[in-house]
């Protein structure tokens, strides 16, 4: 079973940069995901990437700002976050086991999840 915990989360002013990770025990492979849930609103996809050939996909609004990357040997995923804003506030999730189709990033589809970590983003 694959266990994943996230890192990295914090305050931060508008502007800034945050970097998430994700560190994953057992064998992963295949999507892993990262999400968010801002208070009051559903979970959202943010970005993903393909484990094997390292294929990424991320959310409109976070296109040329978030950046998703792997480091194979320590199985660990990371999100390198600029530019924040302000509803960039929410819970980071990051999520693999997917059964779904790449380009079609529903939480329902990934069956690991960490517990999350709280980035805030002050005006």
């Known amino acids: 079973q694959v266990q994943l915990v996230e890192s990295g989360g914090g305050l931060v002013q508008a502007g800034g940069s945050l970097r998430l990770s994700c560190a994953a025990s057992g064998r992963t492979f295949g999507v892993i995901g990262w999400f968010r849930q801002a208070p009051g609103k559903e979970r959202e996809f943010v970005a993903a990437?393909?484990?094997?050939?390292?294929?990424?996909d991320y959310l409109d609004s976070v296109k040329g700002r978030f950046a998703i990357s792997r480091v194979s040997v320590k199985n660990t995923y990371y999100m390198q976050m600029n530019s924040l804003k302000p509803e960039d506030t929410a819970v980071y999730y990051c999520?693999?086991?997917?059964?779904?189709?790449?380009?079609?990033?529903?939480?329902?589809?990934?069956?690991?999840w960490g517990r999350g970590t709280q980035v805030t983003v002050s005006s």
């Open positions: 999520a693999t086991s997917f059964s779904g189709q790449w380009g079609i990033f529903k939480s329902a589809d990934f069956a690991s």
């Open positions: 990437i393909n484990w094997s050939n390292g294929m990424t």
